[in-house]
């Protein structure tokens, strides 16, 4: 399924005119129209229903603003904001605002998060033929099991899940705000720890921060030769 067929049909129901599509986008179709962002997910998943439930609660605030959205064809209309070349203290400045927003959508935890990536770890370093040493996939499933055992509501928001450069984009006015949240409910050094996984140095940072720095490497390079990134994938698995 390329999502073609579904992007005319609401151009035409939601009276847009496309403009060009973007590239590298794995997961969704995405058009520019005039004034807009059409998005159009490939893959249905329960992420879509979370991220129009935290783009709705954040009304604008960290995240861009959610205009149209159709759930059944996992289809969303957002404002069009600009890219520029951000750094990770922009990433950080941004979370400020995002780590704002509430809401009352059943969201996954910070225990579900750490069971579902020691899942997919563990299964698609089997698939992938071991290409990493399995000292370093132990590692991450025991950090895993800390960073579940440590899930309290009490210190958690409602962090961004993919916090990191290419997903942060500016308003006209030079307002910093988030596109294509993953969102679950977890302690705020979850999306620090994204922000530092390309090429950032956790030493230093708080213990949580470095135990997701850890798992979120090692997962990465996983998915990165899910997509074919191998290059990408093995500058991972050397640092994590």
């Known amino acids: 399924m390329d999502g073609l067929e579904p992007v005319l049909l609401l151009a035409e129901e939601w009276d847009l005119e496309l403009g060009p599509r973007l590239e590298n986008t794995n997961e969704a179709v995405v058009h520019l129209t005039s004034d807009a ?142 596109i294509d949240p993953e969102p679950f409910r977890c302690e705020r050094a979850y999306d620090i720890a994204v922000a530092l996984r390309m090429g950032g140095d956790a030493n230093g940072q708080p213990r949580a921060v470095q135990e997701w720095h850890f798992i979120e490497r090692l997962s990465t390079g996983l998915q990165c030769l899910r997509l074919g990134y191998h290059e990408l994938a093995r500058d991972l698995f050397d640092d994590s």
Not at 40 to 51: G, H, K
Not at 97 to 120: G, I, S
Not at 151 to 159: L, R
């Open 37 to 178: 962002v059409l998005r159009v997910d490939l893959y249905d998943n329960a992420t879509f229903e979370e991220r129009v439930a935290v783009l709705q609660a954040a009304d604008g605030c960290g995240y861009a603003r959610l205009l149209r959205h159709d759930v059944e064809r996992r289809a969303m209309l957002l404002e069009r904001l600009e890219p520029f070349a951000a750094t990770v203290e922009d990433v950080q400045r941004a979370l400020v605002d995002a780590w704002r927003v509430e809401t009352d959508y059943p969201l996954r935890t910070a225990a579900d998060k750490a069971r579902e990536l020691a899942q997919f770890i563990e299964e698609y370093w089997q698939h992938f033929d071991r290409p990493t040493p399995r000292a370093k996939v132990e590692r991450a499933l025991e950090l895993c099991e800390s960073r579940a055992a440590a899930w309290d509501p009490a210190d958690a928001v409602v962090v961004h899940g993919d916090a990191h450069t290419h997903n942060v984009l500016r308003r006209a006015n030079g307002e910093l705000v988030f």
